[in-house]
Nanobody, 123 residues
Framework: QVQLVESGGGLVQAGGSMRLSCAASGRTFSSYAMGWFRQAPGKEREFVAA????????YYADSVKGRFTIFRNNAKNTVYLRMNSLKPEDTAVYYC????????????????WGQGTQVTVSS
């Protein structure tokens, strides 16, 4: 099990950029696939992006493909989400997830979660 702490959220104008960070505790971070999910008010939590333990494989939701980039630094036990060309519909609480079982969305949903960080995009 890992403890996850997200940071970097806030308020940004549409078209702007933001970088989220997720710091993990523990010495086995490099063995975990990591992902980002988000939840807007009144909606279910949805997948945003995922990255394999080595960083060699990444996956994105269609809604963010080409605008968001997930990357990780295993030496710093941190995974990041770089968000460009932000839209008001990107407004949500963003959650970091860790999975030892693989990079699939279903597996990641059963993994460890952070407390979330709010991202608000104004029009």
């Amino acid at each position: 099990q890992v403890q996850l702490v997200e940071s970097g959220g806030g308020l940004v104008q549409a078209g702007g950029s933001m970088r989220l960070s997720c710091a993990a505790s523990g010495r086995t971070f490099s063995s975990y696939a990591m992902g980002w999910f988000r939840q807007a008010p009144g909606k279910e939590r949805e997948f945003v992006a995922a990255i394999s333990w080595s960083g060699g494989s990444t996956y994105y939701a269609d809604s963010v493909k080409g605008r968001f980039t997930i990357f990780r630094n295993n030496a710093k036990n941190t995974v990041y989400l770089r968000m460009n060309s932000l839209k008001p519909e990107d407004t949500a609480v963003y959650y970091c997830a860790a999975s030892k079982g693989g990079i699939s969305i279903a597996t990641m949903r059963k993994g460890d979660w952070g407390q979330g960080t709010q991202v608000t995009v104004s029009s």
